[in-house]
Structure formats: structure tokens, C-alpha cells
């Protein structure tokens, strides 16, 4: 079974269909077109996704042999893309708005942020290495993680994740304090 790459269930996509991040990595190898006879055929080998989530890469490359894979092309990662590696290594999934305010200057309307139409394409082109939902999140998957590795090297990458993890345990304990502190006020 693949390893999970993101902390939702499901991914929605286009069709109505809801599918687990592992078939939703496989399905960027191909085509929107083919997606939604991909997935039926990932549903019923998988019986309905109870034996696993996705398909292996041998049962893909026999199941799936008769539709055409995407061009794979050559990621040219620039210093935005670094950044918004580095970022999603930190904490992923995360909202596209926190990392417009970490990668570019913000455009604001009022007190909401806008990410710009050129952040929203630079992820995009990052297909395989970053995966966006529908609800404007953004996950990193491992091939990410790897390329990341190999420009910034593993200390940083472990520099990135230990920071992501004290702050991750800083708003976890400032939630509980709010929880903890909503309660004493609902007992007085």
C-alpha cells in the first residue's frame, strides 16, 4: 500500500467522485479526460477501496496500459517554488493564502489575503510534487519532499521539519489553553 501523504480522507474531483491521495497521486499521471474510468476501474480492483487504497505500480502499469500518460517534464524549481516547498516541508497540508503570506507580498482585500494568479499557476506546474484540492489546500508528496532534498540538502529539510514541529506543539497548547479556558468561564 502507498503511504499516505496528506491528513484528509479524500480528495473531491471532477466528476463528482471522491477518491483516497493515493489514487488521487496516480491520477496526475494522466489526463482529466480519464480520470473518472480510472477511477472506477482503482474502485473495483480494490473492491471498492476495502483491500487497499490504490493500486500498485505493477497492477497500474497492467490495468491502466491502455490510457496515455501525461508528458513528463523537467522541473525548473526557482526561488518562489523553494519557498513554497520549504513551506508545505514545515507544515503540510496548508491553506494557499499561508503560503502566499510566506512566498510573495500579499494582495489584500480588507483583512482577507489574495494570492496571486501566478503563485496558483507556479503550483500547479508542480504536478506529482504538490497536490491542490478544491478547498485551496495544498499537500506535498514524498517525490516533493525528495526534490526538495536534493536542491536545499537533508540538514536543511531537517531544520524545516523540526520548526514545523515546535510550532505545530505551540498552537496545539495555545488551542488547549483556549479549550481549557472556555470551560472555566462556562462553569462560573
Do not use: C
Request: aromatic residues 6%; positive net charge.
Amino acid at each position: 500500500m502507498a503511504e499516505h501523504i496528506g491528513t484528509r480522507q479524500l480528495y473531491p474531483i471532477k466528476g463528482g467522485y471522491y477518491v483516497p491521495a493515493e489514487t488521487f497521486v496516480l491520477l496526475q499521471d494522466f489526463d482529466e479526460q480519464y480520470w473518472p474510468e480510472i477511477v472506477s476501474i482503482v474502485a473495483s480492483y480494490t473492491n471498492g477501496y476495502s483491500k487497499q487504497v490504490s493500486l500498485t505500480e505493477e497492477e497500474s502499469k497492467v490495468l491502466l496500459a491502455k490510457y496515455p500518460k501525461k508528458e513528463k517534464f523537467e522541473l525548473v524549481i526557482d526561488d518562489r517554488m523553494q519557498r513554497i516547498l520549504l513551506a508545505l516541508v514545515e507544515r503540510s497540508p496548508r491553506r494557499i493564502w499561508e503560503i502566499a503570506e510566506i512566498v510573495e507580498p500579499p494582495v489584500q482585500k480588507g483583512r482577507k489575503i489574495i494570492p496571486s494568479p501566478l503563485l496558483r499557476s507556479a503550483i500547479k506546474k508542480m504536478n506529482g510534487s504538490l497536490v491542490m484540492s478544491t478547498k485551496s489546500e495544498v499537500e506535498i508528496t514524498s517525490s516533493g519532499i525528495e526534490t526538495i532534498t536534493k536542491l536545499v540538502g537533508a540538514a536543511k529539510i531537517a531544520e524545516v521539519q523540526k520548526a514545523g514541529a515546535v510550532a505545530k506543539a505551540a498552537r496545539d497548547h495555545d488551542l488547549q489553553m483556549r479549550r481549557e479556558q472556555h470551560l472555566t468561564s462556562g462553569m462560573l
